[in-house]
């Protein structure tokens, strides 16, 4: 990409997301102005494609709602969007779920990624003989 | 009748408003737009002052073109552009012109450039005229259809829309809200799209409207 364009870009680009893929079930605030009042709104559901570089970073998620299905697509960047955590980790093996649109019910279940919860565990609590250990491994393969 | 500015296209991106609103901008690079001469009434009989756009190698530049610059002791420069102005006296040869006397953030701008060119195209294309069946037996594709009535008048109207280049024209888009200036870098950001492709040479002007201040 362009020098200049990605410096101005550079401060809009928000820099403590989570990892998120295709596949994982995320909830996302948003924030809403209702009559001079800002609040926040969660939407959860699952994303279904992933779109766009940069700046323009967009996430399609889907969720049933009342029997019908609901499809957001939200700017990850934008400042309107005030966090997104990821709920659940899910293995799949396209990376646009659009076979989603066609089932419902129990076909629309995604396997959970093996390992993801420990991982999760792991980030949340940090264990520091592991992260030593790592560090201690880098310098070397850098050489 | 307006001063303005010569700079380069970058590309596009996106920015956010005060609402979160998400903009789409043309990133435009400034040129150093130093002025390289003044038209007077007497000497031309018109006045306007000549501005140079972007510092280039000498090389770049042929003999006559380098020795008039080298003439006022100033640095090879290209393009250069004439603006029309009512007074030229204020002007002075080898100053630089300000970015942010001439636009204002909020302001509007018309912006000028060459557009890409596509070449010799066919009327399905340039003028979007609906084209035949591409199968079935069709003969009948991409081709002209009639272009007019027969004996009455006994021949073809002026301006009927025919093949022909498309593109490569020069185009301005007016109305371009000012998104951002950040005269400390010569950049320049407007809302929408501009002509040409990215590195294309544009011309900013202050549109001459109502909404302008």
């Given at each position: 990409m362009n020098q200049i364009i990605q410096e101005i870009e550079s401060p809009l680009?928000?820099?403590?997301l989570p990892q998120m893929d295709v596949g994982d079930t995320v909830k996302v605030f948003v924030k809403i102005k209702e009559g001079g009042k800002e609040r926040t709104q969660g939407y959860e559901g699952v994303i279904i494609k992933r779109a766009g570089a940069g700046v323009n970073q967009t996430l399609t998620v889907r969720r049933v709602f009342q029997g019908i299905g609901i499809e957001r697509v939200f700017?990850?960047?934008?400042?309107?969007?005030?966090k997104i955590t990821v709920q659940r980790r899910g293995h799949v093996r396209?990376?646009?779920?659009?076979y989603l649109r066609e089932r419902t019910g129990k076909a629309t279940r995604i396997k959970e990624r093996i390992g993801a919860r420990r991982e999760a565990g792991a980030a949340a609590a940090p264990e520091p003989p592991v992260t030593a250990a790592a560090q201690q491994e880098t310098p070397p393969a850098e050489q | 009748m307006t001063l303005g500015l010569i700079g380069k296209k970058v590309g596009m991106t996106q920015v956010f408003d005060q609402e979160g609103l998400a903009v789409p901008v043309t990133v435009i690079q400034l040129g150093?737009?130093?002025?390289t001469g003044t038209m007077t009434r007497e000497n031309n009989g018109y006045t306007a002052v000549q501005v140079g756009g972007f510092k280039v190698k000498?090389?770049?530049?042929?003999k006559p073109e380098l020795g008039r610059l080298k003439k006022r002791e100033l640095?090879?420069?290209?393009p250069l552009h004439e603006f029309r102005v009512?007074?030229?006296?204020s002007f002075n040869v080898g100053e630089p012109l300000k970015a942010e006397t001439i636009v204002a953030e909020g302001a509007l701008v018309d912006v000028q450039g060459g557009s890409i060119g596509k070449g010799?195209?066919?009327?399905?294309?340039?003028?979007h005229m609906g084209r035949g069946p591409?199968?079935?037996?069709?003969?009948?594709?991409r081709s002209m259809g009639s272009i007019g009535p027969g004996t009455t008048p006994g021949r073809v109207f002026k301006g009927v829309m025919m093949p022909g280049q498309m593109g490569n024209e020069t185009v301005t888009v007016r109305?371009?809200?000012?998104?951002?200036?950040?005269a400390e870098k010569g950049l320049l950001l407007v809302k929408g799209s501009t002509p040409g492709a990215e590195g294309g040479l544009l011309v900013i002007k202050p549109s001459r409207t109502k909404w302008n201040p």
């Open positions: 680009i928000k820099k403590n700017l990850v960047h934008s400042p309107r969007i005030e396209r990376s646009k779920l659009y | 150093a737009n130093i002025v000498e090389r770049k530049l042929n640095p090879a420069m290209k009512d007074d030229v006296s010799f195209q066919g009327t399905v294309k340039k003028n591409m199968s079935h037996g069709s003969k009948f594709h109305h371009l809200k000012v998104v951002r200036l950040d």
